[in-house]
């Protein structure tokens, strides 16, 4: 059925050390720097070779291109040199500003002590892979070094509020820890462990739920871990918006990540520093961002009581647009034809395209089609800054959010009046904020933002697709999420039954869960095992 390359034994020889196989059609890159795999596929559009002809042709079996052989201990047969790869980068990349090449190879990098206000800068683009350590799993008590695990801002560190800074990074820590260690007796209580229960599941669960009751006590500077993953073109725009930040952590961090992937994919990074290339996209960056910061500074308007979760802009339509999307790749109609067959459809035979659509779903990761991108819902969203840190990580929709601050007050948890914490809560809050508007006084208010509490409320807004409705809001509302979350995916999906009034919509997103729970984590790990004892995973 296919076509294969006639390769000497001699060449097979060389290509099974680069390539998983040497026949077929469908194959995987090994042991070949990132930098070459991209320039292959570069070069690989716009020649009729096949990838592996083309290999041993224009980067293997050339005078100026040399193979290093390595030790059977490094785990690889050998290396390709970077040169004519390189050059091959020089000329389509950097001379010819082709950035699809630059999608071409990639890079893990870990990125450790980040502020979460950095995780977000981090996170914010949307064509790279990030994994962010969370706060259910550890004790943030536990001291990294011989302090709690959070980051002096260079600016408060060269400042005259370092001394006051650090006193009060302790005391709320301190705070945190009495907090959590309060809650896991208490949670323990509650829900004794029960036979079949392993001690790593139950532990783990209670563990979970008393750092979530107290993670409202953790500043924005606490240290997290982002794991990324991410293409040449990804990292460029990551760390040109980096250099254009107001807060130096993300600058200097921006320096340290443009080192070290130097050292692994050094040709997709050339643009960063140019003066004409990526300091010239920084510097625009950096002087819209102060140009809108002077206009919005002229607006004397006082924000407005809301409720937590507002739908503010929908299609009224969505129903009719979605049906006629949903036939449009099984028919010849135009997309117009489409709207006007469907506009004389009865509201039943509307409901059989989108059910038809849609389809016997037997589990949340069961979506349908690209149909359901048709229409889409604007949410603004006011809810503490810890549930903003879990739905930010949702990066296909258009996210925006606004700086970090106490004007909008806090949230606090029930839990937290049952253990009798609620005064220490409230005054904890009320320390916090005083201290932030020092801060904002001595430094600004994006300095100012490190030292506030997860429990204060966030504005932000969410815009996204039905179909990302279905990924987002059942994925959040499941058992074992976070009680604030939850709420907030809830209330979503209740505004689109009643507010916009799709009905058929809402129905199929059949698994979102509006029950609430005292202990769910531990509820769906109990659930797991038993999948586990089975043998159904």
Known sequence: MYVHDDFTAEERSILGRFFTNTDGPVFALINLPEVVKGALFARYSRSPKSLRRLFLDEFYNQPEVAVEEVGEDSGSASLVSLKRAEGLYDRIFSQYGDDSVAQLGGAHIACEQASNILTKVLEWGRLAAYLEQSTRYIFYDQKLGDRYRYLAPPEIEAGPLAGEYEKTMNWLFDEYSELVHTCVPYFKKQTPKQEGDSNFIYNSSIRANACDVARGLLPAATFSNVGIFGSGQAFESMLIRMNSHPLKEARVYAQMMLNELRKVIPSFLKRVDLPDRGVAWSDYFQENHEAMERIAARIETEPEPTDEVTLVEWDPDAEDKIAAAALYSH???????????????????????IRGYIGNRRNRRHKPGRGME?????????????????????????????????????????????????????????????????????????????????????????????????????LRTAQQGHPDYRRVCQAMHTLIREKAGHGALADAMSYIDHNGYDLGRLEAERRAEKRRANGSG
């Open 331 to 353: 028919s010849d109609l135009t997309d117009q034809q489409l709207h006007a067959v469907v506009k004389n459809m009865s509201t039943d035979e509307k409901s059989e395209v």
């Open 374 to 474: 048709r229409s889409y819902y604007r949410f603004d969203v006011l809810s503490d800054f810890g549930s903003f840190r879990d739905l930010q990580r949702h990066r296909m929709m258009t996210l925006d959010w606004q700086r970090l601050g106490v004007k909008h007050g806090y949230s606090t948890p029930p839990t937290v009046e049952r253990v009798g914490w609620t005064q220490r809560w409230d005054d904890a809050m009320g320390r916090m904020a005083e201290f932030h508007n020092t801060v904002n006084g001595g430094h600004g208010a994006d300095v100012a933002q490190y030292v506030v509490p997860f429990g204060f409320n966030l504005r932000y807004s969410m815009q996204f697709n039905a179909r990302e409705a279905f990924h987002m809001l059942e």
